[in-house]
C-alpha cells in the first residue's frame, strides 16, 4: 500500500539550532512527496515538492529536503531554526489517478524554545 | 493566487441538527475539490472527492448519506454534515489541485465543528 510516514511526533528544538523531520514513503514507483506546514487557525501551507531531477529541493521559509531513493526518504530540514517556524508539519504523497489524491503522515508538532 | 476560503470558521451545534460547511476557490477554478477530516493531533483523512456537476466520490468507511458533498459550481463545494452527533465533531478540511499541473493541493483553513 502506498504511504507514508513520519517516525517523530514531536520534536524540540532551540531557536537557532538546525532542524531535520524524517519522512519515509512507501510507493510501488517513484512517487510525486510534499511538505506541508499547518499553523493555528491558517490552512496547510506547502512548503516544497519533490517530482523528478534533482533530489535537493529548495522551498520557501528556508527550508530544504532531500530525496533519497535508497533509504526511501524525503527529509525536511532547516539550518537555523526561527520561533516562527513552530507548527505541525506534514509529509504526502501524491497518487496520480488524474484526482491528485494526497497521502497525509501523522505530522511532526514542532516545537522551538528561546 | 490559489487562495482557498472555507465558512464557517468554526461552528457548534446540538446534536440531531445539519451544518452546512462551505469551501470556495477565490481566484481560480476547481472542478474537483477534497474533504478532509483532522482529528486532534493526527493527520489529515481524505474523506471524499467533490467534482463539479456530478456525484462525490466517498472514501471506504465514509457515509455518504451523512456527510452530504454539493459541487455547486467551478468555485464552489459543500459538505453538509445531516444529524450531527458529538462522534461528528472534528477539523474538516478542504482543499482544491492547482492549475499548474504540479499536482500540489491548496487547502483551505479548515473549519471546526463542535456537536454538543
Known amino acids: 500500500a502506498q504511504s507514508v510516514t513520519q517516525p517523530d511526533i514531536h520534536i524540540t528544538v532551540s531557536e537557532g539550532a538546525s532542524l531535520e523531520l524524517r519522512c519515509n514513503y512507501s510507493y510501488g514507483a517513484t512517487p510525486y512527496l510534499f511538505w506541508y506546514v499547518q499553523s493555528p487557525g491558517q490552512g496547510l501551507q506547502l512548503l516544497l515538492k519533490y517530482f523528478s531531477g534533482d533530489t535537493l529541493v529548495q522551498g520557501i521559509k528556508g527550508f530544504e529536503a532531500e530525496f533519497k531513493r535508497s533509504q526511501s526518504s524525503f527529509n525536511l530540514r532547516k539550518p537555523s531554526v526561527h520561533w516562527s517556524d513552530a507548527a505541525e508539519y506534514f509529509c504526502?504523497?501524491?497518487?496520480?489517478?488524474?484526482?491528485?489524491?494526497?497521502?497525509f503522515g501523522t505530522g511532526t508538532r514542532l516545537t522551538v524554545i528561546p | 493566487g490559489a487562495v482557498v476560503s472555507q465558512h464557517p470558521s468554526w461552528v457548534i451545534c446540538k446534536s440531531g441538527t445539519s451544518v452546512k460547511i462551505e469551501c470556495r476557490s477565490l481566484?481560480?477554478?476547481?472542478?474537483?475539490m477534497f474533504w478532509y477530516r483532522q482529528f486532534p493531533k493526527q493527520s489529515l483523512m481524505l474523506m471524499a472527492t467533490s467534482n463539479e456537476g456530478s456525484k462525490a466520490t466517498y472514501e471506504q468507511g465514509v457515509e455518504k448519506d451523512k456527510f452530504l458533498i454539493n459541487h455547486a459550481s467551478l468555485t464552489l463545494s459543500t459538505l453538509t454534515v445531516t444529524s450531527a452527533h458529538p462522534e461528528d465533531s472534528s477539523f474538516y478540511i478542504c482543499s482544491a489541485p492547482g492549475t499548474s499541473g504540479g499536482y500540489e493541493q491548496y487547502f483551505g483553513p479548515g473549519t471546526r465543528l463542535t456537536v454538543t
Open positions: 481566484d481560480f477554478q476547481a472542478t474537483t
Open positions: 504526502a504523497g501524491a497518487i496520480l489517478t488524474g484526482a491528485n489524491n494526497l497521502f
